[in-house]
């Protein structure tokens, strides 16, 4: 009878896949998910691979796949919601790993370069303290490293927002240029109104 064996196996962690292979050299093989392939790209489970030589005889081999545990990136922010510009905003760890411990954290503030982070970016766990010099949506980033050797990484977009904009012109003749006055920013601030003074001081709104 053929002798094979499936080698290949290698530590890997949840959600990802591994190649396994069996004996080369034999002219037909069968595992039991239906692939004839002499390697097979697979995740956790039980693999069965039957190698038939030339004259019709076979040799089965069986291996069990257990991925490693793959830990949880995540965070908080402080303010939640949203920041302004020139605040400090503080991003804090939460990630957690089922077994171990994480060892390694890389944070980058300003994962879709607008290039107005302080600091840009940092390596430990934290918790940061970060400052945003221009509006913008943000997109932070965080990858992290169990001591088993699995990351996960968490992207999260983060607004900062500057001051209320006031416009300094305001000419409403219909000529398609400054007719209407608009304060930009004024849809995060949940709480405003407007009151209009003629150049005599009289409340006309």
Same mark, same amino acid.
């Given at each position: 009878?053929?002798?094979?064996?499936?080698?290949?196996?290698?530590?890997?962690?949840?959600?990802?896949?591994?190649?396994?292979?069996?004996?080369?050299?034999?002219?037909?093989?069968?595992?039991?998910?239906?692939?004839?392939?002499?390697?097979?790209?697979?995740?956790?489970?039980?693999?069965?691979?039957?190698?038939?030589?030339?004259?019709?005889?076979?040799?089965?081999?069986?291996?069990?796949?257990?991925?490693?545990?793959?830990?949880?990136?995540?965070?908080?922010?402080?303010?939640?919601?949203?920041?302004?510009?020139?605040?400090?905003?503080?991003?804090?760890?939460?990630?957690?790993?089922?077994?171990?411990?994480? #060892? $390694?954290?890389?944070? !980058?503030? *300003?994962?879709?370069?607008?290039?107005?982070? @302080? +600091?840009?970016?940092?390596?430990?766990?934290?918790?940061?303290?970060?400052?945003?010099?221009?509006?913008?949506?943000?997109?932070?980033?965080?990858?992290?490293?169990?001591?088993?050797?699995?990351?996960?990484?968490?992207? #999260? $977009?983060?607004?900062? !927002?500057? *001051?209320?904009?006031?416009?300094?012109?305001? @000419? +409403?003749?219909?000529?398609?240029?400054?007719?209407?006055?608009?304060?930009?920013?004024?849809?995060?601030?949940?709480?405003?109104?407007?009151?209009?003074?003629?150049?005599?001081?009289?409340?006309?709104?």
């Amino acid at each position: 009878a053929p002798a094979s064996e499936i080698s290949g196996v290698i530590p890997f962690c949840e959600g990802e896949t591994i190649t396994i292979s069996a004996t080369s050299g034999f002219p037909s093989y069968l595992w039991n998910n239906n692939d004839t392939s002499e390697m097979v790209t697979v995740g956790e489970g039980q693999y069965i691979v039957t190698v038939t030589d030339a004259i019709g005889c076979t040799d089965t081999d069986t291996v069990t796949l257990v991925a490693l545990s793959k830990p949880i990136a995540n965070f908080s922010i402080d303010p939640l919601d949203h920041g302004e510009t020139e605040q400090i905003i503080t991003f804090t760890d939460a990630s957690v790993a089922s077994t171990g411990s994480i #060892v $390694d954290w890389s944070w !980058i503030f *300003d994962y879709n370069l607008i290039g107005m982070a @302080t +600091p840009a970016l940092a390596l430990t766990q934290g918790p940061h303290e970060v400052v945003f010099d221009a509006q913008g949506t943000y997109n932070v980033w965080l990858d992290i490293l169990a001591d088993n050797g699995c990351r996960d990484t968490i992207v #999260v $977009d983060y607004l900062v !927002i500057d *001051d209320i904009i006031v416009p300094n012109v305001f @000419t +409403p003749n219909n000529d398609g240029m400054n007719d209407f006055l608009v304060f930009g920013n004024l849809e995060y601030q949940p709480s405003n109104h407007i009151t209009v003074f003629d150049r005599w001081g009289r409340n006309l709104l």
